[in-house]
């Protein structure tokens, strides 16, 4: 089970949460909401009224205001050898 963190609980934020939670691979997913008042909204009504309505949000999904409560556990991006490779970058500026 991977963790997924979505950092903006506006109208694409909502939706690929729920796009996410519908995948045949289940996945641990967090909504980050900006606004205090709107996460609370979301959490209770399972549902972004101001941003995406008429779809529900799965209970699955975890939907919080913290930040850090989002991304604590969610591992550091992978660097790819492109982007450590300094020869690389060197070819490509000159």
Do not use: F
């Amino acid at each position: 089970m991977k963790r997924i963190a979505i950092l903006g609980g506006g109208s694409w934020g909502t939706a690929l949460a729920i796009v996410l939670s519908g995948t045949h691979k289940p996945h641990e997913i967090s909504l980050w909401v900006r606004d205090e008042a709107l996460a609370e909204s979301i959490r209770r009504d399972r549902e972004n009224k101001p941003y995406l309505p008429g779809h529900r949000l799965p209970e699955t999904v975890q939907v919080a205001h913290d930040a850090a409560a989002v991304s604590s556990g969610l591992s550091p991006p992978r660097t790819s050898a492109a982007s450590t490779d300094t020869s690389c970058r060197t070819s490509l500026a000159a």
